[in-house]
């Protein structure tokens, strides 16, 4: 019997730097009617995600929230099928069928076995090409969203972010303005026609397909969605950004104890030369638990349970933001923390130790990000929708692991100047 080897707790393990992130690989096939599809096979069962984009989400929408209603009436009820049948039908193939109406898209998501692609995609090419959309379901989905937009308005923090978006971006601008029960007694049942007659087209669509992809997958998928869906021209929308000159905003929200916080202003997108660096910054800063702003206003003044920063980007623009909830008698704390660790990111050097931790945090959570095809194929539709290329990806992994300290703090200076930070407050008092 071999001895029983010692092993000592207290010690860390050893940091190991990871020498590469690279792009999973993945093809592309072309359907007859100039649909692409880009796919990731690999995996152990055989099961597949079948994702179909339309170009169609809410900075597409004539009309406030009909690019979100639009997408989630899609299966319930087609020319051939009522919503029960519908979910009957995919439910007996063990299939999941969901609908997103994001910002810049509208998502058809499908998981299911292989060998159940036959009787899925015939139903599946229905619900996307013949919806009907019935005026009970609109009635049904309308109350729905605009209970949740009552319960999500009890909360300071929802309306900060609200707030912070019509702020950030303008409040006619469709990255900025946000759905009230107004807007959605306004949405009728020819508006979704019009919608979806104009944007779920091929001109508007791309395909994402992942897992164990077979060659007989890519031939139904041209048969179902390469050659009977109907053409049309290619739009393309522009908007123009706003952003509000005040820079200090105070609004009062239902919760008396406490306060929400955000800090933001409009940023690129990840096409721009500075996204890169901009994103060690803000992981620095507060992106990552062991953040800048998570070790001093949470672990060290113990102001608040979370700090974060993020940016988030668009094909068209994007935002950087700091969020907190405090209570209310620290806010002023707060702010000046936040600043205060802001000014010291770009003033003091930053540590290489501390830079090191986390670029190999970021490669990290890049590897697991590509885990799997379902997982890489993700990070491949992601760059494809917001930048229409891929070959920025690891050019960008590059510039990342490369960036020195001096670097961080002059995109800081350049872009975290106090003045061009728009702060709100959302509470019971100023």
């Not at 619900?127 to 969203?145: A, Q, S």
């Not at 019009?194 to 041209?222: N, T």
């Not at 885990?371 to 929708?385: E, Y």
Request: hydrophobic share 35%; net charge neutral; aromatic share 10%.
């Amino acid at each position: 019997m071999s001895p029983v080897k010692s092993i000592q707790i207290n010690k860390p393990p050893r940091v190991r730097e990871i020498p590469e992130v690279r792009l999973p690989k993945y093809e592309k096939v072309v359907l007859t009617n100039g649909v692409p599809v880009y796919y990731v096979s690999g995996g152990t069962q055989d099961v597949v995600k079948l994702e179909i984009i339309y170009l169609a989400g809410k900075a597409y929408e004539a009309h406030r929230a009909v690019s979100r209603v639009t997408a989630a009436l899609l299966t319930e009820g087609t020319k051939n099928h009522a919503s029960e049948e519908l979910a009957e039908h995919f439910d007996f193939y063990g299939a999941v069928i969901s609908t997103i109406g994001g910002v810049d898209t509208a998502r058809v998501r499908l998981y299911c076995m292989n060998k159940h692609l036959p009787k899925l995609l015939p139903v599946l090419q229905e619900v996307i090409e013949d919806p009907t959309f019935p005026r009970e379901e609109l009635d049904t989905y309308r109350d729905n969203w605009k209970e949740r937009i009552r319960i999500d308005l009890e909360k300071n923090e929802n309306i900060g972010y609200r707030k912070l978006t019509e702020l950030v971006f303008g409040p006619d601008h469709p990255y900025g303005y946000n759905t009230d029960p107004g807007d959605l007694d306004k949405v009728t049942r020819e508006m979704l026609i019009d919608h979806h007659h104009q944007y779920f087209q091929p001109q508007q669509m791309a395909i994402f397909l992942s897992g164990k992809v077979h060659e007989s997958a890519l031939h139904l998928l041209d048969k179902y969605f390469g050659q009977k869906l109907r053409s049309g021209k290619r739009q393309v929308l522009t908007s123009q950004i706003e952003t509000n000159s005040e820079r200090t905003h105070f609004f009062p929200g239902p919760q008396k104890h406490q306060s929400s916080i955000r800090i933001g202003r409009p940023m690129f997108t990840k096409t721009h030369p500075d996204y890169p660096g901009m994103y060690v910054a803000n992981t620095l800063l507060g992106g990552y638990f062991g953040s800048r702003l998570m070790s001093n206003i949470r672990e060290e003044k113990g102001l608040t349970y979370g700090i974060y920063s993020n940016i988030d980007t668009f094909s068209q623009g994007g935002c950087f933001y700091i969020s907190t909830e405090v209570a209310s008698k620290n806010v002023r704390l707060c702010l000046d923390e936040i600043y205060s660790e802001i000014e010291r990111l770009k003033t003091e050097p930053i540590p290489d130790q501390e830079l090191q931790m986390v670029k190999n945090y970021l490669m990290g959570s890049f590897l697991m990000r590509m885990d799997g095809p379902f997982n890489s194929v993700d990070v491949i539709k992601s760059l494809l929708l917001e930048t229409d290329q891929t070959d920025l990806f690891e050019p960008m992994i590059r510039k990342m692991k490369e960036i020195t300290p001096s670097e961080i703090q002059s995109l800081l200076k350049t872009y975290l100047d106090r003045g061009d930070l728009i702060e709100i407050v959302v509470g019971q008092a100023k």
